[in-house]
Nanobody, 120 residues
Framework: VQLQASGGGSVQPGGSLRLSCTAS????????MAWYRQAPGKERDLVAR???????NYGDSVKGRFTISRDNAKNTVYLEMASLKPEDTAVYYC???????????????WGQGTQVTVSS
């Protein structure tokens, strides 16, 4: 299973970005998909999470500004980021809880990370 993230970049404060992450490989089922972020010298924190039934939850610092969504037919999760602040600067990682074909348990997989920089 591979997770390919895209959409990062540099933006001014108040701007917007959209991240995408597609899971591919021998996938039987995907349960939750999520975005995490890690700033230099800090731990990796949950940004947003969405279940297979589209229930969402967000980190406190992004509530009201970020929106997570998913397309189950495409095995893709999105993160719409608006009103970006310098403190949103980090490497963003996608995560998926996946059952691989031929197995019976859910396992976590991670994308390679995409840099988001918010600066004037």
């Amino acid at each position: 299973v591979q997770l390919q993230a895209s959409g990062g970049g540099s933006v001014q404060p108040g701007g917007s970005l959209r991240l995408s992450c597609t899971a591919s490989g021998s996938i039987s089922s995907i349960r939750a998909m999520a975005w995490y972020r890690q700033a230099p010298g800090k731990e990796r924190d949950l940004v947003a999470r969405i279940t297979g039934s589209f229930t969402t939850n967000y980190g406190d610092s992004v509530k009201g500004r970020f929106t997570i969504s998913r397309d189950n037919a495409k095995n893709t999760v999105y993160l719409e980021m608006a009103s970006l602040k310098p403190e949103d600067t980090a490497v963003y990682y996608c995560n998926a809880n996946v059952v691989v074909v031929g197995r019976i348990i859910f396992e976590d997989y991670w994308g390679q990370g995409t840099q988001v920089t918010v600066s004037s």
